[in-house]
């Protein structure tokens, strides 16, 4: 059913809110690069860690609200009357909004496919190399299984998913320059990049040698491209950008050793 429009304008107008764990880059951060590069102001209300915590862990045991259902996980995005979960779907949701994206067309999906597979490999994989008993125990206590998980990770599957990001870039439906899709920066380029960013922080010899063997240059060069867009370079040299700290890209130096 079709909401009234005063009720759409008021989601249309009202601030874009980002919820989710204080003090990391995380799946967050898949989000703050689309404000950053369009330039749009919203409340980042995971700076204020004592606020933050609560807000999250009271999003993840609520039973939602009259308008949205109850969320599993951060991040979410609240926008007026809307409360949305999953990185990719907030993602969809935002990007033509910011103009990183189309409102319509196959685009949005064939956009939508590559940021899933994207997150997949660089977020959702890696996460496992530290943690591939369970999330609730300690690194320490799952270790002798990362390095198993880490080899296989850097060995197989970093370079499968680069290849993937370098199929795309050399498919026609990339278009002109350095860009993964129709001919200019849209969100997913900004996903590659955090995704690359963070992979090279974790895994940082396995993704020299990557880079050194050249079989990967549009997915680098796609990298550098982003890094250097002028409110991505003064972000990422600002203290708004979070370190990485016990989140999903961790540098553990014994899960590169052979
Ligand atoms: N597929 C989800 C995963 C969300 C997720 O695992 N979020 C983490 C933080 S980055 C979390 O809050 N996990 C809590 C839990 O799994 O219980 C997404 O992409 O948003």
């Known amino acids: 059913m079709a909401e009234p429009e005063s009720k759409r304008l008021k989601t249309e107008d ?12 995380g799946r967050g951060e898949l989000i ?8 749009v102001p919203f409340t980042d209300r995971s700076k204020d860690p004592g606020e933050a915590v609560g807000l999250v862990t009271g999003l993840m045991s609520d039973n939602g609200d009259d308008a949205n259902p109850p969320a599993f996980a951060v ?10 979960s999953q990185t990719a779907n907030i993602l969809l949701y935002l990007a033509p909004k910011l103009g990183l994206g189309p409102s319509e067309g196959n685009g949005v999906y ?36 990362a390095k198993k998980r880490s080899k296989a990770y850097t060995s197989e599957r ?11 870039i050399d498919a026609k439906t990339s278009g002109d320059g350095p860009w993964l ?29 990557m ?19 002028p409110n991505i370079k003064e972000y990422m040299a ?17 899960l590169e050793e052979e």
Request: net charge negative.
């Open 14 to 25: 009202a601030p874009y809110e980002l919820i989710y764990w204080p003090g990391l880059p």
């Open 32 to 39: 703050r690069l689309l404000f950053v590069e369009a330039g």
């Open 75 to 84: 991040p979410a995005l609240r926008h007026g009357d809307l409360l949305i």
């Open 110 to 145: 064939h956009l939508n496919s590559i940021a899933l597979t994207l997150i997949d490999g660089f977020v959702n994989e890696i996460h496992e190399t530290h943690h591939p008993i369970a999330t609730s125990q300690y690194y320490a206590d799952q270790k002798e299984e």
């Open 158 to 168: 970093i370079p499968r998913f680069l290849q993937y990001a370098q199929r795309v």
């Open 181 to 209: 899709y129709g001919g200019k920066l849209t969100y997913v380029d900004l996903v590659l990049f955090q995704c690359i960013h963070g992979t090279k922080y974790a895994f940082p010899k396995a993704m020299e040698e």
């Open 211 to 229: 880079e050194k063997s050249g079989k990967y240059d549009g997915v680098f060069a796609l990298f550098k491209a982003v890094q250097e867009r």
């Open 238 to 254: 600002s203290d708004k950008r979070c370190s990485y700290g016990d989140g999903i890209w961790r540098y553990y130096p014994e």
